[in-house]
């Protein structure tokens, strides 16, 4: 009976540990599919943070933050191949956040040619250039001339403003017009700048094309359609892990049972064989006292079904060759006193 408790217990113990292993690994891929959670989402928000203020350092911030991001997927690899999950979608993972990094890049670097400040880029080119214009005697103020050139650069603002091609095209052609116009007083120099400002103003129209006129239109649209690619990758990842470790909890719950109640089973067949046992044992020693009233009965300690009551056994049978020793001597002695007194009437 010990031993079958030692053996159920140990059972029982092995199972809980093995399975606990299991889901504690189970829930380090979780916690590391939710601390990625978390690293997608400080990228967004800084990604968010340069395309609004133009810094650099939210550039820097992303870059640690998608480090991290390949740092935990990379540990995730090794445990998520233990199981019964598709490799492929780590893969396509992987690939996503490569390719959402790639196309930040280019937002990136495409802003900073563009300018990351009015000072600098292509903005700061076209405003150097719109200063070297203004110094020029042919754009005195209150000449048509002056004129023209403000109504482009308004139409450069607008275009800045409102991302509406219409006002680049408008800027483009009231500097062709004004370069193309023939008077005394325009010099060399100013055709060279009026030249130089229409290149760079189409430049900048075809920067700011190229990187999206509206959130879901060239690198921005996307660089963004990749970041939710890259989240549902990472949900369909942790739907795919949930019922897995549903499973393991399952499985931890029906072995506990299992053994608990494989284990009582046993436990009783024992308790319902030994009782039977003892039953059986104390009724022979019954028997075998009334049995010795009347004659010199032995029992068979092998059939006795546990030790103590063979050892009982052992000392009743010793107590009735003792007894059977005892009253052979007394015959004995009796039948020398009653051959005594038949001599002595005889004599």
Known sequence: MTLICVVGMGMLVVSQHYFTQRLIELNQQRDLLLRMGQD???????????????????????IERSESFSTRLNQLTPLISDYDMPMSQLGNLAE???????????????????????????????????????SQSYFDVGS???????????????FQLTRNNYYATLAVQSIELLAQER????????????????????????????????????LVGRFRRQAHNVEQQLTLIDNALQPIIEN??????????SI??????????????????????????????????????????RKLGFAEFKSLAELANEMVESRQAIEERLA???????????KSETS
């Open 40 to 62: 997608l989402l400080q990228m967004r928000r800084h990604e968010k943070d340069f395309l609004m203020r133009h810094q650099q350092e939210y550039f820097q911030l992303f």
């Open 183 to 218: 008077n005394a007083g325009k010099s060399e120099q100013v055709n060279e700048l009026l030249s130089v400002y229409k290149e760079t103003v189409r430049v900048l129209a075809i920067a700011h094309q190229t990187l999206g006129l509206t959130h879901n239109e060239g």
């Open 144 to 158: 048509n001339a002056l004129i023209q050139l403000d109504g482009a650069r308004l139409a450069i603002r607008d």
């Open 248 to 257: 393991q909890e399952q499985k931890v719950k029906i072995y506990s049972i």
């Open 260 to 301: 608990a109640v494989l284990t009582s089973v046993l436990l009783i067949l024992i308790l319902v064989k030994s009782f039977a046992t003892f039953h059986r044992a104390f009724s022979n020693f019954v028997m075998f006292f009334y049995r010795c009233k009347r004659q010199y009965q032995r029992m068979d300690p």
């Open 96 to 134: 996503g956040l490569d390719e959402y990094q790639q196309l930040f890049q280019q937002v990136v670097a495409l802003q900073t040619k563009i300018g990351l400040t009015p000072t600098s880029g292509l903005l700061g080119q076209m405003i150097d250039t719109e200063g070297e214009l203004l």
């Open 332 to 342: 004995v002695v009796e039948a020398e006193l009653a051959q005594k007194q038949r």
